[in-house]
C-alpha cells in the first residue's frame, strides 16, 4: 500500500509563488508516474501536471504552461509543483496521485493511489 502526503498549500496573493511537494510512503516511488491534480469549488477534478517515473517526460494543463514545474527526487520518494505567477482561477484543493506505470494519464480514473489534498487559495 502507498501513502501520499501532499504539504506546502496555503493563502498566497495573486502574482505570488508556493511549492507544493508529494512524499510518497514507500521505496516503490521509482515505478509509479506521478501527477498533480486539483478541484475548485463547484468544477470538476483535472490534471495540473505529470511526470514519468523517471522524470523525462511531463505534462501541463494549458492555463498552467510556463508558470507551473513539476519535478521528482525519486531518492527521497517526493514528488514537487513549483507554481509562480499565481492567479484566482489556481484556487482549489490540489491532489498528489500515482500511476503504476511508466508515464502518466490524463484520467483521474486511471490512479492507483492518492493524497488528502492541500488546499491553495489565490487572493485577488
Known amino acids: 500500500q502507498v501513502q501520499l502526503v501532499e504539504s506546502g498549500g496555503g493563502l498566497v496573493q495573486a502574482g505570488g509563488s508556493l511549492r507544493l511537494s508529494c512524499t510518497a510512503s514507500?521505496?516503490?516511488?521509482?515505478?509509479?508516474?506521478m501527477h498533480w491534480f486539483r478541484q475548485a469549488p463547484g468544477k470538476e477534478r483535472e490534471l495540473v501536471a505529470a511526470?514519468?517515473?523517471?522524470?523525462?517526460?511531463?505534462y501541463y494543463l494549458d492555463s498552467v504552461k510556463g508558470r507551473f514545474n513539476i519535478s521528482r527526487d525519486n531518492a527521497k520518494n517526493t514528488m514537487y509543483l513549483q507554481m509562480n505567477s499565481l492567479k484566482p482561477e489556481d484556487t482549489a484543493v490540489y491532489y498528489c496521485?500515482?500511476?503504476?506505470?511508466?508515464?502518466?494519464?490524463?484520467?483521474?480514473?486511471?490512479?492507483?493511489?492518492w493524497g488528502k489534498g492541500t488546499l491553495v487559495t489565490v487572493s485577488s
Open positions: 496521485a500515482a500511476k503504476r506505470a511508466k508515464y502518466g494519464s490524463k484520467f483521474s480514473g486511471d490512479m492507483d493511489y
Open positions: 514507500a521505496r516503490i516511488f521509482t515505478t509509479y508516474a
Open positions: 511526470i514519468s517515473w523517471i522524470g523525462d517526460s511531463t
